[in-house]
């Protein structure tokens, strides 16, 4: 007599995240959904039973990475795939992103490592569940997949929040960075997922929070086609109770293909020091330079570094007496939370 053989079923596997695009307006027209855009490592988990393994977005296996993660996915049955990002977390609320950056040079981190700096998953989007994959299915669909499933404690689904004006898009946008977060992501509720690719239906939504004027100290060759060039630059500001500049900062965008040319002569004038890929220069350039955020940093002389700092202009108006002063970084913090991405999203079941 035969033997009828149970049919196996086939295992979700990877799929590579869907990009978003870089705006500094929101989208004009239609309805959007809004979420923060969290400071953390891009993600994407792959769970068949209790299988479970965790890819970054250029598919590196970080499964030993961030074994809390992985076995707490592992304990629960289903098979799904969830795009997220893995966030340093206790207690259901997110830490800042220098916490994370314990982990990230670590491939298979101690039991003391793991304790001292614990992460989670925040999963926003679902996409294939059991036999079914749903990248052409909407977000909105995706999004109600992902709102059924049964996260395992101490792992996030991301908010989703709506604006009916600008004035409420304006507060969702202020509390986000009054947070720490580094904007707000827009996507199309309509919008497929479009695995590997960068489109019009995703935004990230970054408006700097404000400007300062620095003096530049250093710089370094740049890299590929910047190689010949030096293109990331060193700032300070001014410590006015010691007459010191202090480090608060490096930058390399901003400025085009031509003045970074014309910096690299300038700078080369100006070496004080050569390092070989890195040079000391006399404070002579002032920039204009914006920022997402501002926070506590034992890295630079200041105290203080800038989260993802743009050069917005040399200023040949301005010499280094007229930078901007610590004092003025410190004024500027006072007016900030500390850095927590989202003290609204809760452990477990959540959203």
Aim: overall charge positive; proline content about 5%; charged content about 25%.
């Amino acid at each position: 007599m035969a033997v009828k053989r149970q049919k196996r079923r086939a295992e979700v596997q990877f799929i590579s995240p869907m990009k978003a695009t870089l705006v500094s307006a929101p989208p004009q027209q239609g309805d959007w959904l809004y979420e923060l855009k969290f400071d953390g490592f891009r993600t994407v988990a792959v769970k068949n039973g209790n299988d479970v393994r965790l890819y970054s977005r250029d598919r590196r296996d970080l499964t030993r990475q961030f074994p809390e993660v992985v076995s707490a996915f592992s304990a629960g049955a289903g098979r799904y795939v969830l795009d997220g990002e893995v966030l340093a977390m206790t207690g259901g609320r997110a830490l800042p992103f220098q916490r994370l950056q314990q982990r990230l040079g670590r491939r298979e981190p101690d039991r003391d490592v793991v304790a001292a700096h614990p992460v989670a998953l925040v999963a926003f989007d679902c996409l294939a569940r059991e036999d079914e994959g749903l990248l052409d299915a909407p977000l909105r669909s995706r999004r109600a997949v992902l709102e059924a499933l049964s996260l395992p404690a101490g792992q996030v689904r991301a908010p989703v929040h709506t604006a009916a004006s600008a004035a409420e898009l304006d507060a969702l946008f202020h509390a986000a960075q009054a947070r720490g977060n580094e904007g707000l992501m827009v996507k199309h509720p309509d919008s497929p997922y479009a695995s590997g690719r960068r489109g019009a239906q995703w935004l990230k939504l970054k408006r700097p929070l404000d400007t300062l004027d620095v003096v530049v100290v250093g710089a370094e060759w740049g890299h590929g086609k910047r190689r010949a060039v030096l293109s990331d630059l060193t700032f300070a500001v001014r410590d006015e109770s010691t007459g010191a500049l202090v480090t608060i900062g490096k930058a390399y965008n901003g400025l085009t293909d031509a003045e970074i040319r014309e910096m690299t002569e300038r700078l080369v004038t100006l070496t004080v020091e050569d390092h070989g890929h890195y040079r000391t220069v006399r404070p002579e350039i002032v920039l204009e330079v914006a920022f997402n955020h501002l926070q506590r940093s034992a890295r630079h002389t200041s105290g203080y570094a800038l989260r993802f700092p743009r050069i917005v202009r040399v200023r040949a108006d301005r010499s280094p007496a007229d930078a901007s002063t610590l004092a003025d970084v410190e004024r500027l913090a006072a007016t900030l939370a500390p850095a927590s991405p989202d003290p609204d999203a809760g452990a477990g079941e959540s959203s």
